[in-house]
């Protein structure tokens, strides 16, 4: 390993020019060679994110891959939605107008079950919901997709880590089927990482962010992914990255994000990444098929 980790780092430090060692072990991607695509939020320019009607948008346009973020509420119950404030996607400041600035860990989950989620997109999902991680666990499980949950602000909801892998057991998603392929755990704080990898070794989980090539041997003690965004790698730092073993002695991965044109989808692509993380997984699917 030794030998195709200084390869690669050379290659990534003069910017991909020279060719690096062959990897061992097998990583992600489809039969076909082509990056995994996946939906993120679910398809996300179609319905309102991460709701039951983006991922369910997402598996009727013929996409098995979607991504969501887990927060806490007031009374501990675990939610799907991104920001750490409730304002952007739904109608909380009419429903509750004196509670600003309305955070999701300030409200119970019977409070946020009230509030309209789909309007804002579209009156066509007028009275969609917020839904909890189990109504969401349960639709990804009814439509046969594989999931990248995103455990977001985790250092606003001491012990999310535990509580989600715990919801994910009761839900089946931690048994060797799921954990082969159907499941990544992922988050901006290098130390939830490491927490999940601590307390289920088997799960695939993934760092988001892109460290710099010489800190890529300690993150692939514990991630088995680097998720960068797209605006920040280049054929040369993916190359560095697949020259690590993760903790599971495969190359470590990446699934860049969030990439929703056609030239950088193929841009990315050309750089050899294993998974694109897309709110048009449509646009990225057609220019990936045209290579």
Do not use: C
């Amino acid at each position: 390993m030794h030998a195709r980790v200084a390869a690669a780092t050379t290659a990534a430090l003069l910017g991909g020019a020279l060719l690096v060692l062959p990897t061992s072990g097998a990583r992600a991607k489809t039969e076909g060679g082509t990056p995994v695509i996946v939906s993120h939020r679910g398809a996300s320019a179609y319905a309102p994110e991460n709701t039951l009607a983006s991922i369910d948008k997402a598996a009727a346009m013929g996409f098995r891959w979607v991504e969501n973020d887990v927060q806490r509420t007031k009374d501990g119950r675990l939610v799907v939605l991104h920001d750490a404030s409730l304002a952007r996607t739904t109608d909380v400041e009419q429903v509750y107008p004196g509670r600003a600035p309305w955070n999701v860990k300030d409200f119970t989950a019977a409070e946020i079950a009230r509030l309209d989620a789909g309007s804002w997109f579209g009156s066509q999902y007028k009275g969609t919901r917020v839904p909890t991680l189990n109504q969401y666990m349960n639709r990804v499980s009814h439509n046969h997709q594989k999931l990248v949950l995103e455990i977001k602000n985790p250092e606003l909801y001491p012990g999310i880590e535990r509580q989600t892998l715990k919801l994910l057991s009761n839900d089946g998603w931690l048994d060797p089927a799921h954990l082969k392929s159907r499941l990544v755990v992922q988050s901006f704080s290098a130390d939830s990482v490491r927490t999940v990898h601590d307390l289920r070794p088997a799960i695939k989980t993934a760092f988001l962010g892109t460290p710099s090539v010489a800190q890529l041997h300690e993150y692939a003690q514990f991630a088995d992914q680097i998720n960068s965004s797209y605006t920040t790698i280049s054929s040369g730092y993916v190359a560095a990255l697949h020259a690590f073993d993760g903790p599971h002695g495969r190359p470590v991965e990446i699934f860049t994000w969030t990439v929703n044109d056609a030239d950088s989808a193929r841009r990315v692509a050309h750089y050899d990444v294993d998974g694109v993380i897309t709110n048009k997984p449509d646009v990225v699917r057609e220019a990936l098929q045209g290579r």
